[in-house]
Nanobody, 123 residues
């Protein structure tokens, strides 16, 4: 299984950014694809997740209404659309995959991880 993130960068507060995660290596029909973030000195945190087959989603309270997760099965890609970005959103963002329920937000429950992409939001 391979997960490859892209789309990170340096933006200003209030801007938008879209991250992509290209997935390969197996059929993901029964998988959950999630996004996590890790800021310097902090633990890796759940951001959002989506079920590959049915499209069910979950969001952290801090991003609900600002971030949107989606997937394109034809392109084997998961997206994270981030809007109204804040300096506190600055972190490395990771894509991850696992089987199970979208409601399980623990990083330790995810089996596969990408290499991460840096998002920096200046004030």
């Amino acid at each position: 299984v391979q997960l490859v993130e892209s789309g990170g960068g340096l933006v200003q507060a209030g801007d938008s950014l879209r991250l992509s995660c290209a997935v390969s290596g197996r059929t993901f029909n029964y998988y959950v694809l999630g996004w996590f973030c890790e800021a310097p000195g902090k633990e890796r945190e759940f951001v959002t997740a989506i079920t590959w087959g049915g499209g069910g989603t979950a969001y952290a309270a801090s991003v609900k209404g600002r971030f949107t997760i989606s997937r394109d099965s034809a392109k084997d890609t998961v997206y994270l659309q981030m809007s109204r970005l804040k300096p506190e959103d600055t972190a490395v963002y990771y894509c991850a995959a696992r089987k199970g329920a979208v409601s399980d937000t623990s990083p330790s429950s995810y089996n596969y991880w990408g290499q991460g992409t840096q998002v920096t939001v200046s004030s």
